[in-house]
């Protein structure tokens, strides 16, 4: 199994990036996904989550209204649109996968998630 985040970058304040989540070796479908964030000296923390059954959608309160989170089963890649980009939303973000069907529901934590891609940098500054 393999989850492969990419599409990160360096934006100014405002901007937007679009990160990609594909994934190989499982069925997206049984799967819900999330996306954390991990910035310099602090602890990773759930950024958003899709659950696989619904689409139910699941943002932390500081990217409401900001971020979107999408997935595309077909094509085996979950997506997390990023708009007004903040100086604190820099960070390495990552993908998570979990078989858990209240993984999304429960809160996503970290130590709950089974499957993790390597990151991608996000970089936000004037």
């Known amino acids: 199994v393999q989850l492969q985040a990419s599409g990160g970058g360096r934006v100014q304040p405002g901007r937007s990036l679009r990160l990609s989540c594909t994934v190989s070796?499982?069925?997206?479908?049984?799967?819900?996904i999330a996306w954390f964030r991990q910035a310099p000296g602090k602890e990773r923390e759930g950024v958003s989550c899709i659950a696989r059954s619904d689409g139910e959608t699941y943002y932390a309160d500081s990217v409401k209204g900001r971020f979107r989170i999408s997935r595309d089963n077909a094509k085996k890649t979950a997506y997390l649109q990023m708009n007004n980009l903040k100086p604190e939303d820099t960070a390495v973000y990552y993908c998570?996968?979990?078989?858990?069907?209240?993984?999304?529901?429960?809160?996503?934590?970290?130590?709950?998630?089974?499957?993790w891609g390597r990151g991608t940098l996000v970089t936000v500054s004037s």
């Open positions: 998570a996968a979990d078989r858990d069907s209240l993984y999304c529901l429960s809160g996503y934590r970290p130590v709950q998630s089974h499957y």
């Open positions: 070796g499982l069925t997206l479908d049984y799967y819900d």
